[in-house]
């Protein structure tokens, strides 16, 4: 897949996002300019689209719908400690109960809380330490008893809740290193 290329006009979140993109293809990132507490609203879902196709750009929002955020949105990156919750029920971005927001922190969020198979999945490499997945290939990849440390979408919970086989299944489809914990070097988050 190619990098897209933005259609909307940016920045498109002057007073919140800082975009910083890379000398390589998939090496943007967003970093926030304000600071504020554990779950407070960081920012309202308001110019997403239906989106046509899975692509790694599209926020899956429904267990068949999947929207384009068409904002600097989309530059926060996947993080296995994530600083922001992206609710796709309610449309809008928080920040992680787990943590304040300060001035420069990376904005990420946790792609499986959204995401039940990922369109492209990869080697993690969140600097997350020993909580960091190593793989991330969607919520049904990682056992249920591992994604009960994260918040989930209501659609992603809904998938789970349906799934037949449980976390053994879940932990038996999941990559060795994913499997057990390790952390992945070199990839981007």
């Known amino acids: ?25 998939y090496q943007a990132a967003a970093y926030s300019l304000v600071s504020l507490p554990a779950g407070a609203l960081f920012s309202k879902i308001t110019t997403a689209t239906p989106a046509s196709q899975d692509t790694y750009t599209s926020v899956a929002n429904g267990e068949n719908s999947r929207i384009e955020l068409n904002s600097d949105l989309v530059y926060c990156n996947h993080s296995c400690d994530p600083s922001l919750v ?4 309610k449309f809008e971005v928080r920040v992680s109960d787990r943590r304040p927001l300060a001035v420069g922190d990376a904005l990420t969020f946790f792609y499986p809380s959204s995401e039940w198979k ?19 290939a969607g919520a049904s990849a990682i056992p249920s008893s591992v994604l009960s440390r994260y918040w989930l979408n209501d659609h992603v919970r809904a998938f789970l809740d349906r799934s037949s086989n449980g976390s053994e299944q879940m932990a038996h489809n999941m990559p060795q290193s994913a499997a057990e914990g390790a952390r992945v070097e070199g990839a981007k988050a």
């Open 1 to 25: 897949m190619s990098e897209f290329t933005p259609t909307w006009q940016q920045p498109s979140h002057p007073d919140l996002i800082k975009v910083v993109k890379g000398d390589e293809p």
């Open 86 to 89: 992206f609710d796709m029920t």
């Open 118 to 136: 990922m369109v492209q999945p990869f080697k993690c490499g969140c600097n997350a330490g020993a909580a960091c997945l190593g793989y991330i």
